[in-house]
């Protein structure tokens, strides 16, 4: 699929059901028992606050907040720079993509190049892996994703299109002018780790009700 029909994707995405298959019985399966019982009912009582937001309803917005406590910083680099010079920013921060800004207008990003891209380009077309622009291995006008976009929906994105790097923007306001700000870069990485913190936490809630040590 053509990377500007991945682009309209994003928010029709966002609506989607992903259902999942189940070979149990629903008749078969007791409605109700006393543990899941209790839980409920504390659950009821006492609702996750504001910030516990569940991952099926993370907005990427509140994924780039969580990656602010680390010191999130857009990395970039010009299309006129030496690919090398990407290669051992990428080195240096220990990240797997830099974003790249057009060498006519250094305020806007034109593309994306990522270790995966580089090692690609070089077998390809046989470029130099030093002395090449960057503008001869990164990926023009990538798929983006807006920061309103659920968490969820930009997972299965980049797993069903095989990328993992998905910058983020601002929607525009209605009656502004100017360009829509690219806010953020998000990896399938970050995703993963925010969705398995919140399994874990969420596994140890329910066995502190199971064994009996939660404090009511």
């Given at each position: ?14 609506g ?6 189940s070979?149990?019985d629903?008749?078969?399966?007791s ?17 996750p606050?504001?910030e ?33 010079s ?10 797997g ?22 090692v ?6 046989n ?7 960057v ?34 923007r ?11 700000k ?5 990896s ?7 969705m ?15 064994e ?5």
């Amino acid at each position: 699929m053509p990377l500007t029909e991945l682009n309209r994707r994003g928010s029709e995405m966002d609506g989607e059901d992903f259902p999942m298959e189940s070979d149990t019985d629903e008749s078969s399966v007791s409605s109700s028992t006393p543990v899941l019982d209790a839980i409920d009912s504390n659950l009821t009582a006492n609702p996750p606050s504001n910030e516990e937001i569940v991952f099926e309803e993370m907005r990427l917005s509140d994924i780039l907040r969580q990656k602010e406590r680390y010191g999130s910083t857009i990395y970039s680099v010009s299309s006129n720079d030496r690919i090398v010079s990407a290669t051992e920013l990428m080195a240096h921060m220990n990240i797997g993509a830099v974003l790249v800004r057009d060498a006519k207008k250094p305020t806007q990003f034109s593309g994306i190049v990522s270790t995966r891209d580089f090692v690609k380009k070089i077998q390809e077309k046989n470029l130099h892996p030093t002395n090449s622009p960057v503008s001869e291995f990164m990926t023009s006008s990538p798929v983006f994703a807006y920061s309103d976009e659920t968490a969820l929906s930009c997972l299965f994105l980049m797993s069903k299109h095989n990328f993992r790097h998905l910058p983020v923007r601002e929607r525009k306001e209605k009656g502004k002018e100017g360009e829509e700000k690219t806010v953020g870069l998000v990896s399938i990485g970050d995703l993963v780790r925010v969705m398995l913190k919140q399994y874990r936490q969420s596994n140890a809630y329910l066995r502190e009700y199971i064994e009996g040590n939660y404090a009511h």
